[in-house]
């Protein structure tokens, strides 16, 4: 996996979490200091994690998750 942090001033929030193996689906949890919210690209929505601050993701071979933290503005 490949985890990428963005932010600024030092302070990350949001991650793309990246499957790197292309061989096989994974599932993994992502844990935040404050509730997570999961980018659908699909609909374009950001919707809330329902683990609060623990998002559970699962990604298919190669593919990614984007999330921020809760509360921040599109």
Excluded: C
Aim: hydrophobic share 45%.
């Amino acid at each position: 996996m490949l985890f990428s942090y963005f932010g600024a001033n030092g302070n990350p929030t949001h991650v793309l979490v990246v499957n790197l193996d292309y061989t096989r689906a994974i599932t993994t949890t992502v844990i935040g200091p404050e509730p997570i919210e999961v980018f659908n690209a699909t609909s374009r929505i950001w919707s809330a994690a329902s683990g609060g601050s623990r998002a559970q993701v699962s990604l298919l071979r190669g593919a990614g998750k984007l999330m921020r933290l809760a509360g921040l503005q599109e």
